[in-house]
Structure formats: structure tokens, C-alpha cells
Nanobody, 125 residues
Framework: QVRLMESGGGSARTGESLTLSCVPS????????LAWFRQAPGKEREWVAI???????DYTPTVEGRFAISKDIAKNTLYLQMNSLKPEDTAMYYC???????????????????WGQGTQVTVSS
């Protein structure tokens, strides 16, 4: 069974940057939907960024232009580069995946079958 292992969370001040990484272990098919979700205390889990099997990406409006999702196939690693961080970006960030897809990716959390343990990001003003 494939597991997802996130790293790179931590504390930052407003305007600073952090990079999250996610490495799947246990093997995975080549056509996958990969994404980052986050959940702040007292709020519902929300999608942050998605990368389609063909490499195209999509972002929730609140992070558009500040965050960038990417994948390094050679390193088998998914990244989330977070720039211009704001206190409202404070949340637990999850790497998620659905493997072996035949169509496009969804931004609904229940559509994804594999979740990492999460990594905390805290942004102070």
C-alpha cells in the first residue's frame, strides 16, 4: 500500500516562504492525481493545489499567485512552494493522492484515497 510522507512544515512570519515536500512510498501507478489540502483549527478541510497527471495545476483562489505545486518525477517527490505567507495560511497541510485515474482530478477531499499524516504550518504576523 502506498504511503505519503510529508515534510517541510514549520513556523514562518508574514511574507516569508516555506516549501513542503511529499514522498510516496510503496510504489504507485504513473497516472495519478496529487494535491495539497489544509485544515485550520475549527474549519473544514479545504483544497489548496492540485496537479493533474499531465502536469497542469490548479489553485484555490486564496493562494493563487503565492503558492506553486510541482512534482519531480526523477525524485518521486511532490512539492508545495509557499511564498508571501499570511497568518490565514496557518493550518495542518496534507499531501493527498488518487492513483491510477482515467480522467481529471477533483478538488473534493473525499475523492482522494490516500492521505499523509500532515505537517503543521504556522504563520505569525
Amino acid at each position: 500500500q502506498v504511503r505519503l510522507m510529508e515534510s517541510g512544515g514549520g513556523s514562518a512570519r508574514t511574507g516569508e516562504s516555506l516549501t513542503l515536500s511529499c514522498v510516496p512510498s510503496g510504489g504507485a501507478s504513473s497516472r495519478n492525481c496529487l494535491a495539497w489540502f489544509r485544515q485550520a483549527p475549527g474549519k473544514e478541510r479545504e483544497w489548496v493545489a492540485i496537479i493533474e497527471p499531465d502536469g497542469t495545476s490548479d489553485y484555490t483562489p486564496t493562494v493563487e499567485g503565492r503558492f506553486a505545486i510541482s512534482k519531480d518525477i526523477a525524485k518521486n517527490t511532490l512539492y508545495l512552494q509557499m511564498n508571501s505567507l499570511k497568518p490565514e495560511d496557518t493550518a495542518m497541510y496534507y499531501c493527498v493522492a488518487r492513483f491510477g485515474v482515467t480522467g481529471g482530478c477533483s478538488n473534493h477531499p473525499l475523492w482522494y484515497t490516500t492521505w499523509g499524516q500532515g505537517t503543521q504550518v504556522t504563520v505569525s504576523s
